[in-house]
């Protein structure tokens, strides 16, 4: 089955510096991917909308130059949190869907624990 | 896409039948109905998703009500394992996913 690979799966990183994490979709090509956060007892939060070679589309409120997505091949995007601060400490989690099909599933990665000190 | 609405929380017994069930009386003709599980601290799993015709497979089944405004999934045996947050989804056009509250289902032994 389509599997979908994040790293790390936890990172603890001061306030002020920034932090990458890493989706990637491992036995199928996704021009898509998605990145969600989910805070504590909440439900998960589009972000972005990841496209391949083309620049990334952020939900309202989201801010584009603090969360940096990188679609740059068919299996990897990236999520930069740049200048973190605790407010930002979250559980990140990406997904792609293994099909050009609207209607074919996505799939989740395991997500990143991330937690701004 | 439509929006859709579910029971915050649900009991039920190991080994009988989970029956979720979730309302989206505005979906449109060609929005798809998704339902994805959360066990705490994972990604969502995909479970099934339907157009209009009932759907089963390994994990589960899924019945739609004829007008669509309905739906309901099915885990026959519910097992321990099964404790999770069930969200029930409808896409639309854009192919995104958008969580609501889902449903938390207690499977007891």
């Known amino acids: 089955g389509a599997v979908v690979s994040q790293h790390p799966s936890w990172v603890i990183c001061k306030s002020g510096t920034s932090v990458k994490i890493e989706c990637r979709s491992l036995?199928?090509?996704?021009?898509?991917m998605f990145w969600y956060r989910q805070f504590p007892k909440q439900s998960l939060m589009l972000m972005a909308t990841?496209?391949?070679?083309?620049?990334?589309?952020?939900e309202q409120g989201v801010e584009k130059d603090k969360f940096l997505i990188n679609h740059a091949s068919l299996t990897l995007s990236t999520l930069t949190v740049t200048s973190a601060h605790p407010e930002d400490s979250s559980f990140y989690i990406c997904?792609?869907?293994?099909?050009?099909?609207?209607?074919?599933?996505?799939?989740f990665g395991n997500g990143t624990r991330l937690t701004v000190t | 896409d439509a929006k859709t609405t579910q029971p915050p929380s649900m009991d039920c017994a190991e080994g009988r039948a989970a029956n979720l069930p979730c309302n989206h009386s505005?979906?449109?003709?060609?929005?798809?109905v998704y339902w994805y599980r959360q066990i705490h601290s994972q990604g969502p799993q995909y479970i099934i998703h339907?157009?209009?015709n009932n759907e089963t497979n390994e994990m589960a089944s899924l019945i739609i009500t004829e007008d669509r405004k309905s739906s309901t999934l099915i885990l026959p045996h519910a097992t321990l394992r099964d404790t999770a947050v069930y969200y029930c989804i409808v896409v639309g056009n854009t192919g995104k996913l958008i969580f609501g509250q889902g449903t938390t289902l207690q499977v007891k032994p």
């Open positions: 990841s496209n391949e070679g083309s620049k990334a589309t952020y």
């Open positions: 339907g157009l209009k």
């Open positions: 036995d199928f090509q996704a021009t898509t």
């Open positions: 505005t979906i449109s003709g060609n929005e798809y």
């Open positions: 997904s792609a869907r293994d099909s050009g099909a609207i209607n074919s599933p996505l799939h």
